[in-house]
């Protein structure tokens, strides 16, 4: 007998500051497919400045996409871990340089703790280059808890460069 599986709207942020920065992102939209991640919608790509503890390092060319998967949360975490390593993430830094990344931002109406991942991802609510093209996406967007991504986003100083690169990546034919 076979279970039914739910199928969630997920949101994920790709993220990249070596190389071809676009093509780290369009190889990632392209390597998701074939883990059990239907993408349905990109972002624009935004050029942002670098956050965080390493500040001294290229900017990254970041987009947020709308995708569709029946994979539970850590296998959902465990495909884009896999499509990071494909595309030649190795280990290195935490927030340092990197040829892709790839975050779950949220899933569904999930919230969770666990000890490789947090939904909503826990820096949803206050990073402009998440917000901006989440919203870009979905101007209602709330999480699972209620809160307004827009609300958030108009409270967060704008000391955070973000600037619009380039149009959305090519969905998978």
């Known amino acids: 007998m076979r279970e039914n599986l739910r199928v969630r709207t997920s949101y994920l942020g790709l993220g990249s500051n070596v190389g071809d920065r676009r093509a780290h992102l369009q190889a990632a939209v392209d390597a998701l497919p074939v883990r059990g991640v239907a ?6 790509t935004y050029d942002t400045d670098p ?20 994979l539970e ?6 495909a884009c871990k896999a ?5 030649g993430r190795a280990g290195g830094l935490r927030h340092g340089p990197r040829a892709i990344d790839v ?15 947090t939904l909503p991802h826990e820096q949803v609510l206050v990073r402009r280059f998440v917000l901006v093209p989440l919203l870009e996406l979905d101007l ?4 699972p808890a209620g809160e307004r991504l827009a609300d958030a986003l108009a409270v967060l100083p704008l000391d955070e460069g973000v600037r619009r690169a380039g149009p959305p990546l090519r969905m998978a034919a």
């Open 103 to 117: 975050d779950v931002l949220l899933l569904g109406d999930l919230e969770l703790a666990s000890e490789h991942l």
């Open 140 to 143: 209602q967007l709330t999480t």
């Open 39 to 44: 993408v349905h919608a990109s972002s624009a």
């Open 73 to 78: 949360p850590e296998a959902l975490l465990g």
């Open 51 to 70: 956050v965080g503890y390493i500040l001294d390092q290229p900017a990254f060319l970041n987009a947020c996409l709308r995708v569709e998967t029946a």
């Open 83 to 87: 499509v990071e390593r494909e595309l």
